[in-house]
């Protein structure tokens, strides 16, 4: 049984997953589904639960449930940002989708939020004057106050360079006094040590503390602050070991400067001072803010194909009024604007040509390096770039509708998702530090009783080590640093990602299963003969495209198309419907038409005849449609479509078919046409006469027998199956209900796309997997090494150092394999 239930005080994707996991705890509960966008959860139990059963596994959280028809909760939400760096998230996606609007650390794990790089950075240049700042003004000039030429006022720095900036300047500032701090204590390594001829070591002892002061409580001041965090809020992570472990060494130091006398002889150097371990930490956490420091850098990198696209969309636009051409910013333009494009000029908004023509070079959005010729009537997006002609478009998307803000929030929106591999990392993660911690005590109980003298100096140094060197942090990030960085990869070869899990997905693919029309074939169907059955041809054509002038279907708009090149005048109708595999039907002049296949003749007992089986068969023999006219219940016309098959479709299948993929063509077509366009491409299997339905107990036939199923298409009736399957894949050439139902939306619309996600795919997995196994084989070894098992027989210990500078770069390691997949060749 299902039951629907309202939830209230759920914000984000965290707090959905938090929900779910609770009342998935009860046994009565099969599966739970929560609906953000709506605040509900849909339960299926294997026996009824009262709302106080279900609200006690929630007691502990902010969330409460009701009963269905309890109003929706009104969220009120900040405005949207207008300029960069008002969205930040975690690079560890600690509450998967989730952003944050101000700058900061993971309330989770401690790490700094990143900036996300959104289309609203893309607003129009702003002009300033160097003298006057508070002149602002939106095309060049002079200042109104002193008459100097105004600047280009670039976009606000971005937040992550902010960060960067900031994490470089806490770094200068704690080298500037770990350096000092460090050559003091290794002076007492020098034979002679010409400093303690200036004071004794106990004064350098209090020099030591005094400089390491604003390294530990200015410059590294946040590692504690982020280690306290942690454990308060039991999400352990790689600064909850750093804050024990240079916490520990400093106070360790403090405690023997103040209070010497409390210490045993062990801890004593020969002068009788005790060991200090300023050194220690200081140089242990300035080389982690190094590492932090190297990973902002990084970070910046990972983002860069949301960067590259940000910089297609131009800040000025030609605008023309009453005939004359004007220079206008961006956000001014409005939807039905006349636009002119120059040679050399980025199309600024999405829209249709409406005089000239051209050829346009589409492969930033595409993928596609060849340039596309353009017309009269056709469509243009923003970004894309004019060659050698100008042209005139009506605008018809702007700002946040455009194509490319759709593929830049759609790469954000997958960048920060999670994919399944990750709850692999997330679930040792929970259990690394823990474990971490106990290792270290165990070093420290197994160097007091068997280590060789001092036992207790060696005991602690080596727990400090284990705690330093184990870094959870190279753990957590394997995984989504690799689908920032392939997802980017993705949008530049013209494949848009919608979700890590559809990313790891297609890579475990069995079946696919493609439509013909638009998906196989170009989608631009052409009538190729019609023949009047004891009907007037003329009155033919017009009874056909009247009732067609209110389809979308490709069919009906080329035979609509092919009725105006014959001067054919439309006539108004009613009663319009269509149904859907079949055809649509409509009354004109009083007269009920009906045009479709085969079963939609039988719907109205109209039987064919010869004439029309010989039409049928001599078409649909040569990849043809057979659309079949009635009207009044009486067959009067028959019309043959073409739609040629795509010059990329042979070739994507055989490499389809070359990495296990069996390919299955499903489409509304009679048999005969869908066989010879399966003939023609070698498909694995074609099923014809096939409804919406059929398309969905398909893909669930196939899931039932174990098989993962892709399913590629690009109309309205694709888009149930291409919601069921393990991965949809929508043409970008089809229909928003298709690319909405979609977990992949190929922009340029062929199966070649196809082929580049199944390569993305495998290559991101790949890497997610060498960076799991470089973060484990890390922690394997560098573990068991700070403990110090390689003492007893080669008499080698790892310093508390080493193991900082090592655990600083694992992260760095980690993100640098990810950064390799930019330039990962995809066929």
């Given at each position: 049984m299902k039951h629907t239930y309202r939830v209230t005080g759920m914000s984000c994707n965290g707090c959905k997953s938090h929900v779910e996991e609770a009342l998935l705890q009860l046994p009565e509960v099969k599966s739970a589904s929560v609906e953000l966008a709506e605040g509900t959860v849909t339960l299926e139990m294997l026996a009824h639960l009262e709302l106080a059963q279900l609200q006690e596994v929630l007691a502990d959280s902010q969330y409460v449930i009701h009963p269905a028809d309890y109003p929706k909760e009104e969220k009120k939400l900040a405005p949207m940002p207008t300029i960069r760096g008002e969205n930040y998230y975690c690079p560890m996606h600690c509450e998967g989708e989730k952003t944050y609007r101000q700058f900061g650390d993971c309330p989770v794990c401690g790490m700094d939020l990143v900036a996300e790089v959104s289309a609203a950075s893309t607003s129009a240049t702003e002009y300033t004057c160097p003298m006057h700042p508070d002149i602002v003004s939106d095309k060049p000039g002079s200042c109104p106050k002193c008459g100097m030429d105004l600047v280009s006022k670039e976009p606000e720095t971005a937040v992550e360079d902010k960060s960067f900036q900031r994490l470089v300047r806490k770094f200068k500032i704690a080298t500037g006094f770990t350096l000092p701090i460090f050559l003091i204590a290794m002076s007492d390594m020098l034979p002679n040590n010409s400093i303690y001829q200036w004071m004794p070591i106990q004064y350098w002892n209090w020099v030591q503390l005094l400089l390491s002061i604003p390294v530990v409580f200015y410059a590294t001041w946040m590692f504690f602050q982020r280690a306290y965090t942690?454990?308060?809020?039991?999400?352990?992570?790689?600064?909850?070991?750093?804050?024990?472990?240079?916490?520990?060494?400093?106070?360790?130091?403090?405690f023997g400067l103040l209070f010497p006398e409390v210490f045993p002889d062990q801890f004593r150097t020969e002068s009788g001072a005790i060991h200090m371990y300023f050194e220690s930490a200081t140089v242990i956490l300035t080389l982690v803010l190094l590492g932090q420091v190297l990973e902002a850098r990084a970070h910046s990198k990972t983002n860069s194909?949301?960067?590259?696209?940000?910089?297609?969309?131009?800040?000025?636009?030609?605008k023309i009024v009453g005939g004359e051409e004007i220079e206008i910013a961006i956000n001014e333009i409005v939807v039905g604007d006349l636009l002119r494009v120059k040679p050399g000029d980025k199309v600024p908004v999405d829209g249709e040509i409406k005089e000239g023509n051209s050829t346009i070079d589409e492969s930033m959005i595409t993928g596609e390096p060849m340039p596309v010729d353009k017309q009269a009537g056709d469509k243009v997006s923003a970004g894309t770039i004019n060659g050698k002609q100008s042209f005139t478009i009506t605008a018809q998307k702007i700002g946040a509708d455009t194509l490319l803000s759709q593929i830049i929030d759609m790469v954000n929106q997958a960048s920060r998702s999670k994919a399944p591999i990750q709850k692999l990392a997330d679930k040792i993660s929970g259990y690394f530090v823990p474990a971490v911690v106990g290792v270290s005590i165990i070093t420290f109980?197994?160097?007091?009783?068997?280590?060789?003298?001092?036992?207790?100096?060696?005991?602690?140094?080596?727990?400090?080590?284990?705690?330093i060197i184990a870094c959870p942090c190279a753990l957590g990030l394997a995984t989504p640093m690799s689908v920032m960085v392939g997802v980017g990869k993705g949008a530049e070869l013209g494949v848009l990602i919608k979700n890590a899990a559809s990313l790891e997905r297609m890579n475990k693919v069995d079946v696919l299963i493609i439509d013909k029309?638009?998906?196989?074939?170009?989608?631009?169907?052409?009538?190729?003969?019609?023949?009047?059955?004891?009907?007037?041809q003329t009155e033919l054509l017009q009874q056909i495209a009247s009732v067609n002038q209110r389809s979308e279907h490709p069919l009906a708009e080329a035979i609509v198309r092919y009725a105006q090149d014959e001067g054919v005048t439309l006539q108004s109708i009613t009663d319009f419907e269509s149904v859907t595999g079949k055809g649509v039907t409509a009354k004109v002049g009083g007269q009920l038409t009906a045009i479709g296949n085969e079963k939609l003749l039988l719907d109205y007992e109209v039987k064919l005849n010869n004439v029309a089986h010989e039409f049928a068969k001599k078409h649909q023999s040569v990849g043809r449609t057979v659309s079949y006219v009635a009207v009044d219940g009486r067959l009067v016309g028959l019309v043959a479509i073409g739609d040629k098959i795509k010059s990329t479709s042979k070739q994507a299948i055989e490499d389809l078919k070359a990495n296990g993929i069996k390919v299955?063509?499903?489409?509304?077509?009679?048999?005969?046409?869908?066989?010879?366009?399966?003939?023609?491409?070698?498909?694995?299997?074609?099923?014809?006469?096939?409804?919406?339905?059929?398309?969905?107990?398909?893909?669930?036939?196939?899931?039932?027998?174990g098989l993962v199923v892709a399913m590629a298409g690009d109309g309205i009736n694709d888009a149930p199956a291409l919601a069921l399957a393990d991965v949809g894949i929508a043409m970008g050439t089809g229909t928003?209900?298709?690319?909405?139902?979609?977990?992949?939306?190929?922009?340029?619309?062929?199966?070649?796309?196809?082929?580049?996600?199944?390569?993305?795919?495998?290559?991101?997995?790949?890497?997610?997997?060498?960076?799991?196994?470089?973060?484990?084989l890390y922690n394997g070894f560098g573990v068991p090494l700070a403990a110090g098992v390689l003492f007893p027989f080669f008499g080698i210990l790892l310093s508390p150092m080493i193991a900082a500078l090592a655990m600083s770069f694992s992260s760095v390691s980690v993100i640098s394999n990810a950064l390799r997949l930019r330039v990962a060749k995809i066929v």
């Open positions: 942690s454990i308060m809020t039991r999400n352990y992570n790689m600064f909850t070991l750093i804050g024990i472990g240079a916490g520990v060494a400093w106070l360790f130091s403090v194909a949301v960067k590259k696209l940000l910089k297609l969309a131009p800040n000025r636009a030609v109980g197994v160097w007091v009783v068997f280590g060789p003298e001092p036992q207790f100096v060696y005991a602690l140094v080596n727990a400090i080590a284990v705690l029309t638009g998906t196989v074939t170009e989608g631009q169907p052409t009538v190729e003969e019609v023949v009047a059955l004891g009907f007037d299955i063509m499903m489409t509304g077509d009679h048999m005969r046409t869908a066989q010879a366009v399966g003939d023609e491409l070698s498909l694995d299997e074609v099923v014809a006469d096939c409804l919406p339905a059929d398309k969905m107990e398909k893909v669930k036939a196939l899931q039932s027998q928003d209900i298709a690319i909405e139902s979609a977990a992949i939306t190929l922009v340029k619309g062929d199966l070649h796309g196809i082929v580049k996600a199944r390569i993305l795919s495998e290559k991101v997995m790949r890497n997610v997997k060498q960076n799991l196994f470089f973060a484990l």
